[in-house]
C-alpha cells in the first residue's frame, strides 16, 4: 500500500535522527557508517571516488532498513559551493542531527614536495571542508541540540616526518574543534577522535618491519579495529551530554610513547 509506505517513511523520519558523514564508503569511515546504522541512526554519506562502495553501502543499508540510508557524491575542493551542498543534503531526510567530519586525505609531503597543488589538495579537505561544512549546518545543528565530531589524527601532534602539509591541516583541524567548540556553544557540542594504529596506510600495508617498530612503541602491544573508532564516535553522539572541545586519542596508549 503506497500510502502505508508513505506513512511509514514519514514515521521514520521523525523518529531517526541523521548523521552526515564525509567520506564514509570506506576504511574508517565504512566502519563508523555500519556502527551507526545498526544503532538505528539515518546516514547520509558523501563519496569521491568509492562509486562502487558507496552504492553498495547504500543498498545494504536500506536492504536492512528500509529508506534510511542516502549517498551524495562530492569532491570537496576549494571551489566547492558549500550553501548547494547544504540545500541538496537537507532534501534527504529534511534534518541533520550530526556532523561527522572524517573525509581525509593523507600522503607523504617532504620539503621538495611542498607546492600549491599538494597545499591546496590536503588542507581543503582535512581543514577547510570541515570549516565550512560547520559553517553551513551550524543552525540545523543548533536547532537540533546536535553535535559535531572530527576524525582527527594522533600525528596531529607531535607530528609526523615527512608529511609537513598534512600534519598542519590535521593540526589545523584540532585547533578547529577546540575553536568550534566555543563558538558554537551552548547550542551545539564539538569534540574530535584521534586515531592511532587501527587501519595501515596502503604504502605500509607490506612492510612488516615497520609495522612491527610501531606497535613495539603502543602500550597495549596490538593495533586497534575501525569499531574502536566507532565507539568513541558513538560515545560522543550518545553519552557526552557535558562533553565539548575534547580530543580522544584512540590509540592503545601510544601517545605515551611519541
Not at 614536495?113 to 577547510?128: A, F, G, Q, R, S
Not at 613495539?216 to 551530554?241: H, M, Q, T, W, Y
Request: charged share 25%.
Amino acid at each position: 500500500d503506497p500510502i502505508l509506505n508513505s506513512f511509514k517513511i514519514a514515521l521514520s523520519m521523525a523518529k531517526n535522527k541523521t548523521i552526515l558523514i564525509t567520506g564514509g564508503a570506506k576504511r574508517i569511515g565504512l566502519a563508523i557508517c555500519h556502527y551507526l546504522h545498526d544503532r538505528g541512526y539515518n546516514l547520509i554519506v558523501t563519496y569521491n571516488k568509492s562509486s562502487k562502495e558507496a552504492k553498495d553501502l547504500k543498498k545494504q543499508l536500506n536492504k536492512s532498513r528500509a529508506s534510511s540510508c542516502d549517498i551524495v557524491k562530492m569532491n570537496f575542493t576549494g571551489s566547492t559551493n558549500f550553501s548547494q551542498f547544504h540545500k541538496k543534503i537537507m532534501q534527504s531526510f529534511g534534518r541533520v542531527d550530526v556532523l561527522i567530519n572524517n573525509a581525509s586525505k593523507f600522503y607523504p609531503t617532504k620539503m621538495s614536495m611542498v607546492n600549491e597543488k599538494n597545499w591546496n589538495d590536503l588542507i581543503d579537505t582535512n581543514l577547510k571542508t570541515p570549516l565550512f561544512l560547520s559553517k553551513v549546518f551550524k543552525d540545523e545543528l543548533k536547532k537540533r541540540k546536535g553535535s559535531i565530531i572530527n576524525i582527527i589524527d594522533i600525528h596531529a601532534d607531535p607530528p609526523l616526518k615527512d608529511h609537513i602539509i598534512y600534519n598542519i591541516s590535521k593540526a589545523g583541524l584540532l585547533a578547529l574543534t577546540k575553536t568550534l567548540a566555543k563558538d558554537l556553544a551552548p547550542h551545539v557540542r564539538v569534540n574530535g577522535v584521534s586515531p592511532g594504529a587501527i587501519m595501515w596506510p596502503k604504502q605500509d600495508l607490506s612492510n612488516k618491519k615497520k609495522q612491527n617498530e610501531i606497535l613495539s612503541r603502543i602500550p597495549l602491544k596490538r593495533s586497534g579495529v575501525p569499531n574502536d573508532i566507532a565507539k568513541a564516535v558513538l560515545f560522543l553522539i550518545e553519552n557526552s551530554d557535558y562533553v565539548t572541545g575534547q580530543n580522544i586519542n584512540v590509540d592503545g596508549g601510544r601517545k605515551l610513547n611519541m
